[in-house]
Nanobody
Framework: QVQLVESGGGLVQAGGSLRLSCAAS????????IGWFRQAPGKEREFVAH????????YYADSLKGRFTISRVNANDTVFLEMNSLKPEDTAVYYC????????????????WGQGTQVTVSS
């Protein structure tokens, strides 16, 4: 079993930045690939970013490339999501998710989920 806890959300003005953290426990962190997703009210959960377990290769939703950066520190069992130049449309609950396998970056392909952290961007 894996437990994931997100933190770092909050209220920020448009153009500002936030750094989200995802702390993992319960399993060897380096064996897990981690993804970030977000869900706005009335919308489906969507892929934000992903970082592989071994190579550390990163992947992003096309619309977020250049503004969001995912990174991991295996020694601290933590993954970060740095978000810059935030826009009101980035407002959502952000979730981190973990998996040991591979495949497309779809919510159903991840085995473990955190409870989410709210990000609100004011205009």
């Amino acid at each position: 079993q894996v437990q994931l806890v997100e933190s770092g959300g909050g209220l920020v003005q448009a153009g500002g930045s936030l750094r989200l953290s995802c702390a993992a426990s319960g399993r060897t962190f380096s064996s897990l690939a981690i993804g970030w997703f977000r869900q706005a009210p009335g919308k489906e959960r969507e892929f934000v970013a992903h970082i592989r377990r071994s190579s550390g290769s990163t992947y992003y939703a096309d619309s977020l490339k250049g503004r969001f950066t995912i990174s991991r520190v295996n020694a601290n069992d933590t993954v970060f999501l740095e978000m810059n130049s935030l826009k009101p449309e980035d407002t959502a609950v952000y979730y981190c998710a973990a998996r040991s396998g591979t495949g497309p970056f779809l919510p159903g392909k991840y085995d473990y989920w955190g409870q989410g952290t709210q990000v609100t961007v004011s205009s």
